[in-house]
Structures are given as C-alpha cells and as structure tokens.
C-alpha cells in the first residue's frame, strides 16, 4: 500500500451535509427529536436539556459548545418556535462531531514529557523487502501529522563517467548481499547492476576528480537512501532533505526529530553534513552555550528540526562528560586530502574506530543516540540521551526492570521500533509502549492496521505532539532524574468504565479495495476497545509481546446491506472493565463487509477514550486505505468512568 500519496488533515469543522442525509439518517433525527416539524418556543428548554442532558454540551472536553447560548447553539436558539430545520442544522454541524477537539495543548514541559507521532523507514512505499522507496513519502506523513521521521543512509556508488576505483572493493563487499539478491529478480539483471558500478573507458575517465571529494555534486558520488540487502529501490539523500525542508511545517510548526541510521563511511558523512547544513539551514538546533540540564519544550523548539544520531566524544572530551559538546571552530567540510588528517593517520590508528564522524555527531544536539546497554550507566542519566529499543527488547525489559523502565521515560527520551521479521510493514501495538512511557514510537504508515489506526486515535487533530498524562511525566523545572521504582501502576488513577454504544445506521459508506457493487456490500460495524492489561502493570509477560491483535474487548452488529445501512439502534455494551486510563485507551470502529472466507475492511475510525463524547453523535470514517471519506455512523454514546 504506497504512501506517496499526500492526504489532507481531517478538518476539526466537518459537517454533514443537510441535502445529502440518507432517509434512515433523517428517521432517526427526526425520532430524536421527537418527530415534530414545529416545535413552540415553550420547548426551547427541553432542547436546552438535551444539550446539557444527552448531548453533555457543558463538558469541559466540548468547550467550544459549552452553554445553551454559545455560537453552536445559535441554530436552536435564534429561531422562534425553533423548527426541525434548526435541529437538523445543529446535529450535522461540528457540534455532533463524536471526537472532541483537542484543547490548546500546553508546550512548555520538557520534550520528554511528549508522545511524539512517529514513521518507521519513512521513505519505503510498501513492504520492507521489495517495495519502492519515494522522497514523497517524506512529504506525505509530514503533512499528515508525523514529528519524526527516520532516514537510513548509505555510501552513494561513483557516478557512471568516472575513474575512481578505490571504494569499489569497499562498497561491493558490503553491498554485495544486496547487489546478489537483486540480480535474482525480475527487476535487475547481474549486468544491470554492473552497469550501475562501471567505470567510464572514455578517454577523458582519468581526469574526472574523485566522485567522494568533488565539489560538483553532478560528478561525485552522494549518499543513498534505502532499506540494506534489500530489494527496494533507493532514493537520493539531497531530495529526501530537501522534501523535508519543504513539507516539515506547511502544517504544524512542532518540532520535527530526524531519526538517522548512518551506514555511510566517513566521507560520506562528510557530505552529509553538507547538505543536511544547506537543506535546513535556519531549521537546525543551535549548539547551547552552557551545559544542559534540562531537556528544552517544544514550544521552545519551533520550526526547528532535531537531529538524532549517535553520539561520538569530541577528540579532547571524555565520552562520559556531561555537557553538550560545542562545536568545533569551524564546521565547513573540506573535500580535499588534508596534510593535517595524514600526519594524525598514525595516532588515529592506535584509537577504536568510530563508525560515525565527530562532525556529523555533533549535529544531534538534543537527541544524542547511545547503544543501549542497562538503564544504570552513566549515558542513561545525561539529559540528552536516546535509546532506541526494539518490541522485543522492550518486552524484556518490561519483565525484568518494569518500575526503572517507567521511571527513565519520565525524564528521557526513548524509541521504540518494530522487529526487522515484520516484513510485510505489519506494526506493533503502540498503546502498549505508550503505556511505558515511550514517547517515539515508531509505526509503518505505508500500512494500515490495527497500529495505524490507535495511532490516529491518539494524535487526530494535533500538531503530532501530545502531553503525556501527568503521572507519566516529569516536571518543568526538573534537572537529571535519579531513576526511581515508581511504577506504571502507580503513576496515575486507574478508573472502572461502562460504556454503552447504540449504532443507528450509516451513510456514504466507502466499499472495501476493489469492490464496486453497493448492491453486493454487506457492511456491519465492529466496535473494540484497547485498554490496558493487568500484566502490564505487574510486569508479568504480556500476551503477544506487544504485537498487534483486536481489542480484548470487542462486538459486532448484525449485517446490514448497501452504503447507506440501517443498523436499527443495535446496542453493544461494555460494562465495568477495570483498570482503564482515558487518555491511554482507545475505541476502534471497523466497518466490514460480511462474506464467505475473510471480512473485508470498508472504513474504520478510531477515537481516544478521554475524546469520545457522550450523546447522539456523529462518527467520521476513514476508508480502507486511510484516505478521509464521506462515511458517517450515527450513534449514540453512554460513558462513565468511575
């Protein structure tokens, strides 16, 4: 499924239109409203009551429509008698909307105190072995709401013309995994690959200047972008950043972390850092003139792009010093041979060999990356750190240091990523990792599952940073963290939850991929809720190791028939399920056509429980392949949390 497609941001003002309401839509309005064309002015109560009653106009969560007199109202109240007309007007505007929009979000915690929307392997269009890359990738998640996107970046092959030879033997060995499966398939021939690496026997070949060191980016040899030992197709790492310093903040000016996976030799890198200071320049985090004690906040950090890389020592400072190396006098890159780099060769030698250059290094200012060895070394308590932990990793650590796990992701940052066994891009359960604190957690968004969608329940209508509950954060003001053995189950109220869900019918409900028969579409709705488990408060093992699955709770109506179904009120209940924290739990709604064998998906939506308002409502479906629709469920919804 390919994510060069740019999609819109869902607009917190939809409607619905009057003209187009389905008849089983209008029946049911009408019934709500008591079936009556004109209502007498004496009644206006009766729809104040509703609104503060049923529809819960007055929550907090609802602001925007908070009084019987607000500007939503003013389709009740400015008519006298009030008419259907008006009630019909009010319950397809904004106001009926099921999700809440989100209030002004408070940016002046330390970014820590963030979940962060974030892409896996940003730059692939499908799955992770043969699929194509696309610097449209780039654009379209940053438009949709992503803060931080990954990179992986890999030495550029000479240019065909040129003569150099001297990284061949190099680059053939460690690409030659890549270079031999290719050749297998259809796509890629041995010769063509041969081609890519062959060197000019034209007469001029010998005068060409070093495609690793030219000054020209036409003639010289720029870092790639792509998926290792793969089949995928690669794409350059100059139009990846350039299409991120296009599109990073057309729609929120958050803070974007770019996440980079560096196989490069040093003289890549070089070139990196070249064009990574020419794409963003303007965009780049400062050096500090002081130590850092404090993580900044993202309102701090504004139209601003974070670098995270791994971190390398500055020459003269020792790897556990804890203050933010400044840079060195003069970062511009030279591509030519240095005397100076010649006569230090012997003395470099003698060192361990860093697979990251101290200049690229030192662009990852506040996201320093650092190989994760336990959570008592002394990386683990500077301010700037970054851990990147797979789901397996994090599901052992969950078993064994559960409380230091939780207590670390209060102060600092860390990332979660899905197993490199996940092939087909499927995505890991990211509410679970929320739910240990990890603000980066990382999902393939060329791929819509049960991953995508919990993740367009937490960040719909943000600007891709959400505060974390305040029991899962640290302070404002709080310097280095000693990690302490508070833990997940401790960190905030756990409250019981009923709810109760009536769905009524459905109009302009998209088909599922491929089908185009409404006639043949069988569609019924199928209603889960992802709540937290036991085991994850006790950190006893968790069942499926945080991978994907249907919510533990889960039912499912009759099947209806056609894009505009009559569900006739069916009711699913979930009454008293213990242990659930709002803004960690979330209510799926897949719609899914009936037939023999697998059910294929229609539409679906999914909503934050601490956003699922209470009343007659309208929910706003996506389509299969995640592109907003028409669709709509109207509903009704009983909550309480007690």
């Not at 020792?318 to 933010?324: C, D, I, K, L, R």
Request: with cysteine; hydrophobic share 30%.
């Amino acid at each position: 499924m390919s994510t060069s497609r740019v999609l819109p941001q869902r607009k917190d003002s939809e409607s619905i239109s009057l003209q187009t309401l389905s008849p089983n839509i209008l029946t049911y309005l009408q019934a709500i409203a008591g079936d009556k064309q004109f209502l007498p002015a004496t009644q206006l109560t009766e729809y104040h009551s509703f609104l503060s009653r049923i529809q819960s106009a007055s929550s907090s969560q609802n602001v925007s429509y908070s009084t019987p007199t607000s500007q939503t109202t003013d389709h009740l109240t400015n008519l006298s008698p009030v008419d259907m007309a008006a009630f019909l007007k009010f319950m397809t505007s904004p106001a009926s909307n099921a999700a809440a929009k989100l209030p002004q979000s408070d940016l002046s915690y330390p970014i820590s105190s963030y979940f962060i929307n974030s892409s896996h392997n940003t730059y692939l269009t499908g799955n992770q072995l043969y699929s194509e890359s696309s610097i449209d990738a780039y654009k379209n998640v940053l438009l949709r709401g992503c803060r931080c996107i990954e990179i992986d970046v890999w030495d550029g092959e000479p240019k065909s013309g040129t003569s150099d030879t001297s990284n061949r033997p190099k680059e053939e060995k460690k690409h030659g995994f890549r270079n031999k499966i290719r050749s297998l398939s259809p796509r890629h021939s041995k010769h063509s690959v041969r081609e890519e690496i062959a060197p000019s026997t034209g007469n001029n070949a010998g005068t060409l200047p070093d495609p690793w060191k030219s000054p020209t980016p036409l003639r010289r040899a720029e870092p790639r972008v792509l998926h290792g030992y793969t089949l995928t197709k690669e794409v350059s790492f100059r139009e990846v950043c350039a299409a991120i310093g296009e599109a990073a903040f057309v729609n929120s000016d958050l803070p974007v972390i770019v996440s980079l996976e560096v196989h490069a030799g040093k003289e890549q890198q070089a070139i990196m850092v070249e064009i990574i200071e020419e794409s963003w320049k303007g965009f780049l985090v400062e050096h500090p003139d002081s130590e850092v004690k404090r993580l900044p906040s993202p309102g701090e950090l504004r139209c601003k792009i974070l670098i995270k890389v791994k971190y390398v020592a500055p020459e003269k400072t020792a790897v556990e010093a804890s203050g933010v190396a400044k840079p060195t006098p003069n970062r511009n890159i030279s591509f030519s041979s240095s005397s100076d780099s010649d006569n230090k060769e012997d003395e470099a030698m003698k060192k361990k060999k860093r697979s990251i250059t101290e200049s690229l290094s030192s662009l990852g200012i506040y996201t320093r990356s650092y190989h994760f060895k336990n959570l008592n070394t002394s990386e683990a308590a500077h301010p700037c750190h970054i851990f990147s932990l797979s789901e397996k990793k994090l599901m052992e650590m969950h078993e064994s240091h559960g409380p230091s796990l939780f207590s670390h992701n209060r102060n600092y940052l860390m990332r979660a990523f899905p197993s490199g066994m996940r092939v087909s891009s499927s995505n890991l359960d990211p509410s679970v990792f929320w739910r240990k604190g990890v603000q980066i957690v990382a999902l393939n968004w060329q791929r819509i599952d049960e991953g995508t969608m919990l993740n367009e329940g937490m960040f719909a209508g943000s600007g891709g940073w959400i505060l974390k509950p305040s029991g899962y954060r640290g302070e404002r003001s709080n310097d280095t963290a000693a990690i302490s053995d508070e833990s997940q189950a401790d960190a905030i109220a756990h409250k019981t939850l009923s709810l109760k869900i009536k769905i009524y019918a459905g109009q302009n409900l998209p088909l599922p991929i491929g089908d185009h028969n409404p006639n043949g579409f069988h569609p019924y709705v199928k209603c889960e809720l992802h709540v937290e488990k036991p085991e994850e408060r006790s950190g006893a093992p968790i069942e499926g190791g945080g991978k994907i699955k249907e919510g533990e709770y889960k039912q499912k109506t009759k099947p209806s028939r056609g894009i505009d179904p009559d569900f006739c009120g069916e009711e699913m209940d979930f009454l008293d399920i213990p242990g659930v924290v709002e803004e960690l739990s979330f209510v799926r709604f897949k719609v899914q056509d009936e037939e023999i064998g697998t059910d294929d998906l229609a539409a679906w939506a999914c909503i934050r429980l601490d956003r699922l308002l209470p009343g007659y409502r309208f929910i706003h479906v996506f389509d299969a392949n995640g592109q907003h629709s028409r669709g709509v469920l109207l509903v009704k919804i009983e909550k309480s949390m007690v």
